[in-house]
């Protein structure tokens, strides 16, 4: 798991700044029903947020993540992965999301991204300028994908992201397949993850130097997977640096075309 049940985006909230929010259910192309939370900027910058969660799908950290979106002038919609496994109404806190997360195959999470981006898409009747998408672990290794997916993306950012070797869920390794991708792209990483040694890290980013690909790939020194977290005050400066990066990213895409 990514982060603790309690655990929340280490950003300070913005008062005023988000418009509105709200639940929905989307559908996908293959009829899966799955639940999606939407924020909407006050003061609209253009940039629309698909935000992918770690594996325990539609948390209330990416619900909030998404209002902390928004009050940056990001419009932002935050999916679930599990609609096809646990239906698309709300879970209590106490949700046993492994068993879910052992079901979900590669087409089926790429039709519910296509489905994400198709819904963020229509959260403001004028064009958005530029949409992006962000995850977290899990959502992570999605989100570099999404640049493959022919979606437009003007850039993509990975918390954590496993980018080499095989999945369960059959979703191929990002570093495998750079050379697909499209837009900025942005992955961010803890020095001392272990589950995610700086070799690999290394990988990808000379995958996507060789196909290059417009990219930064940060490491933090001694901050643990998961760092991204309130909780983790020792962690803040990372925490805030992470976040910078982020907002400069969606910059950085609203200023330039996809190509």
């Known amino acids: 798991m ?4 309690d655990s929340h985006p280490p950003i300070v909230p913005i008062a005023g700044g988000a418009l509105d929010s709200r639940r929905l259910v ?12 939407e924020a909407r900027a006050a003061a609209p910058s253009g940039a629309a947020m698909l935000i992918l969660p770690d594996v325990r799908g539609l948390h209330p950290y990416y619900e ?3 209002l902390r979106f928004a009050e940056a002038g990001v419009d932002a919609l935050a999916i679930d992965w599990f609609g096809r496994t646990a239906g698309a109404e709300p879970r209590p806190s106490t949700f046993e999301y492994r068993p879910h997360v052992n079901e979900t195959t590669w087409p089926g999470l790429e039709a ?15 064009a958005a300028r530029g949409s992006f998408a962000i995850g977290f672990c899990f959502g992570g290794r999605l989100s570099f994908l999404a640049a493959t997916l022919g979606l437009g993306l003007s850039g993509v950012v990975g918390f954590y992201g496993p980018p080499v ?7 191929p390794a990002p570093a495998d397949v750079a050379g697909s991708m499209r837009g900025r792209v942005l992955g961010i990483y803890g020095g001392a993850d ?9 990988q990808f980013d000379a995958a996507l130097a060789e196909a290059g690909v417009d990219h930064r790939v940060i490491t933090y020194p001694g901050a643990p997977h998961s760092f991204f977290d309130r909780k983790a005050a020792d962690y803040a ?7 910078a990066e982020t907002l400069r990213l969606v910059r950085e895409g609203l200023d330039t075309p996809v190509t």
Do not use: M, Q
């Open 112 to 126: 519910d991204i296509r489905a994400g981006h198709e819904a963020l898409g229509a959260v403001r009747e004028e």
């Open 2 to 5: 990514c982060f603790d049940p």
């Open 237 to 243: 400066e990372a925490s805030a640096a992470a976040w």
């Open 64 to 66: 909030e993540l998404a």
């Open 165 to 171: 070797g095989s999945h369960y869920n059959g979703s």
């Open 26 to 37: 989307l559908t996908a192309a293959d009829g899966n029903r799955l639940a999606a939370f």
């Open 194 to 202: 272990e589950g995610l040694p700086p070799d690999k890290v290394a």
